[in-house]
């Protein structure tokens, strides 16, 4: 894999933001995406997500790298109580970032669903919206 990029898409219409990442996922390279996230012009508190991993993997978090990342959450209050749908390419990444969200889970009160499909994951995201969702964001250039 190459080096680790991401697009935000922000779709405020739907109160979401499509985020595609590619290349070798780090703790450190998703803490400075998530900065520029909720910098964004777009961002509200409580804004649900769509976090499209199917052009990475995550497989080379480590366990305490993981742990990172409950502790990061929990301290973002900003992000308790939203929606998060997790897309993903392989078993494997289906099983990873299920085992992420379960330790989220201890003590980060936030909805989170893990997906193969772009349809699955709007349905379960935006039920009955997610046609005008994907047009939405194939308008901004992305790739369903």
Do not use: C
């Not at 804004?47 to 973002?76: C, H, N, P, Y």
């Amino acid at each position: 894999m190459d080096a680790f990029d991401y697009k935000l898409v922000p779709l405020p219409e739907f109160g979401l933001f499509w985020i595609v990442f590619s290349g070798r996922v780090s703790m450190g390279k998703l803490g400075a995406a998530h900065d520029v996230f909720t910098a964004h012009p777009e961002y509200v508190d409580g804004i649900d997500e769509l976090l499209d991993f199917r052009a990475t993997s995550v497989s080379d978090l480590t366990q305490k790298e993981i742990d990172m990342v409950r502790l990061f959450m929990r301290e973002q209050p900003s992000r308790h109580n939203s929606r998060s749908a997790v897309l993903v390419g392989s078993q494997l990444e289906f099983g990873l970032m299920r085992m992420m969200g379960a330790n989220l889970d201890v003590d980060v009160p936030m909805s989170r669903g893990v997906f193969y499909s772009v349809d699955e994951a709007l349905a379960w995201l935006r039920p009955g919206e997610a046609d005008d969702v994907k047009r939405a964001f194939q308008l901004t250039g992305g790739a369903v």
